[in-house]
C-alpha cells in the first residue's frame, strides 16, 4: 500500500515537473472544464456537501468528469481521501499545488470516515478499520451476545481481536 501510494505521488509529481518543464503556457491556469450540473435537489446536494471552505473549489475541480454526488460515495481517513485525489490526478483531474490541500481539506471533514460499530456490517468493520475479517465477525458476534457497545473500553472486551487497528481510527467510531 505505502509502495502505491509512493508510487502514485511519484506519477503525480512526475507529471507536475513536465508541465512546469512544459513551457509559459503552462503558468496559465488550466483550462477551465465546466463543473457538470447535479441530478440531485439542492437540499439534498447541501446535506452530503456541508458548507465549509473548500466546498466550491471541489466542485469546481472536482465535479468536471461526473457529477458531484459520485465523490460523496465515499466516506473516508484523510490519508484514503489523499490517495483517492491522486487516482483522480492520474484519470486526468487538473488539481493544481494550490487547490489540492484545499480540497484534501474540505474532503477530510466533510466526508471523513464514519464507522457506526453497533450498526456496521461485517464488510464494513472489515474495511472501515482495515481489520482480518475474523476479527471483524468476532466484533458482529460479540455485538450479538452482549448488546451494544458504548465506549472503546467495551470494544476492547472483544477477545482477540487486533485492537491496536481500531484505536488508530477511533476518531471515525460512532456508537
Ligand atoms: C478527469 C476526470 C476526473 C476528474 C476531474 C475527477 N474524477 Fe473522480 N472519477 C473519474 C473516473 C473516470 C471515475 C471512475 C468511473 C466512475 O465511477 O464514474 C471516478 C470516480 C470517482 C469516485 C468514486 C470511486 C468509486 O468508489 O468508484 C470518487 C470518490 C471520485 N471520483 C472523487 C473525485 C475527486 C475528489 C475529484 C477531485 C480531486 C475527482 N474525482 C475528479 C474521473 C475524474
Keep these: 500500500m505505502r509502495l502505491l501510494i509512493a508510487m502514485v505521488v511519484a506519477t503525480w509529481s512526475a507529471g507536475l515537473s513536465v508541465s512546469i518543464a512544459g513551457g509559459p503556457q503552462q503558468s496559465a ?7 457538470m450540473p447535479s441530478a440531485l435537489a439542492p437540499e439534498e446536494l447541501n446535506r452530503l456537501f456541508p458548507a465549509g471552505p473548500g466546498r466550491d473549489t471541489t466542485f469546481r475541480v472536482c465535479a468536471t468528469c461526473h457529477p458531484p454526488e459520485k ?5 473516508q481517513t484523510r490519508e ?3 490517495e483517492t485525489i491522486n487516482a483522480m490526478v492520474v484519470r486526468g ?6 487547490d489540492y490541500p484545499v480540497i484534501l481539506e474540505y474532503l ?7 464507522i457506526n460499530v453497533n450498526t456496521a456490517t461485517v464488510e464494513e468493520l472489515q474495511s472501515g ?3 482480518k475479517r475474523a476479527d471483524a465477525l468476532a466484533i458482529v458476534a460479540y455485538r450479538e451476545q452482549n448488546g451494544k ?3 472503546l473500553d467495551d470494544l476492547k472486551k472483544v477477545p482477540n481481536i487486533e485492537f491496536k487497528r481500531i484505536q488508530m481510527k477511533k476518531e471515525a467510531i460512532r456508537f
Design 149 to 151: 457497545f458504548a465506549s
Design 108 to 114: 477530510a471533514a466533510a466526508l471523513p470516515l464514519l
Design 80 to 82: 484514503d481521501w489523499e
Design 93 to 98: 483531474a487538473k488539481v493544481s499545488d494550490d
Design 29 to 35: 491556469p488550466p483550462a477551465a472544464a465546466s463543473p
Design 71 to 75: 465523490i460523496a460515495t465515499r466516506h
Design 129 to 131: 478499520f482495515g481489520i
